[in-house]
Nanobody
Framework: QVQLVESGGGLVQAGGSLRLSCAASGSTLSARTMGWFRQAPGKEREVVATIAWTGGNTYYADSVKGRFAISRFAISRDNAKNTVYLQMNSLKPEDTAVYYC????????????????????WGQGTQVTVSS
């Protein structure tokens, strides 16, 4: 089992930036892909971005893409620190949610879309609030 601890949430004005961190411990070798999810009040939890520990292949949800399909968010990882980051730029009020870090044994390809059911290990979440 992988233990995950998120940090970096907070209150920010629209247009601002935040960086979330997720520190992994325990059976980290079993986690091939890390993901960030979010859940807004009254809504279902949704995937935001994922990254493979090896190779660094990434996936971004359409909800975090801006003009020209460029993602406003950037997921990255530091293998030496067993830490995954989510850099969030150009934040909007609709980005307000609890953000969760998750881990899975699954390695996704360009043909497979990550879903909640794929991820077995979850952090406790960190609140991100974007004011207008």
């Amino acid at each position: 089992q992988v233990q995950l601890v998120e940090s970096g949430g907070g209150l920010v004005q629209a247009g601002g930036s935040l960086r979330l961190s997720c520190a992994a411990s325990g059976s980290t070798l079993s986690a091939r892909t890390m993901g960030w999810f979010r859940q807004a009040p009254g809504k279902e939890r949704e995937v935001v971005a994922t990254i493979a520990w090896t190779g660094g292949n990434t996936y971004y949800a359409d909800s975090v893409k801006g003009r020209f399909a460029i993602s406003r968010f950037a997921i990255s990882r530091d293998n030496a620190k067993n830490t995954v980051y989510l850099q969030m730029n150009s934040l909007k009020p609709e980005d307000t949610a609890v953000y969760y870090c998750a881990a899975t044994r699954v390695l996704f390809t360009s043909a497979t879309m990550p879903t909640l059911e794929n991820f077995a290990s979850w952090g406790q979440g960190t609140q991100v609030t974007v004011s207008s």
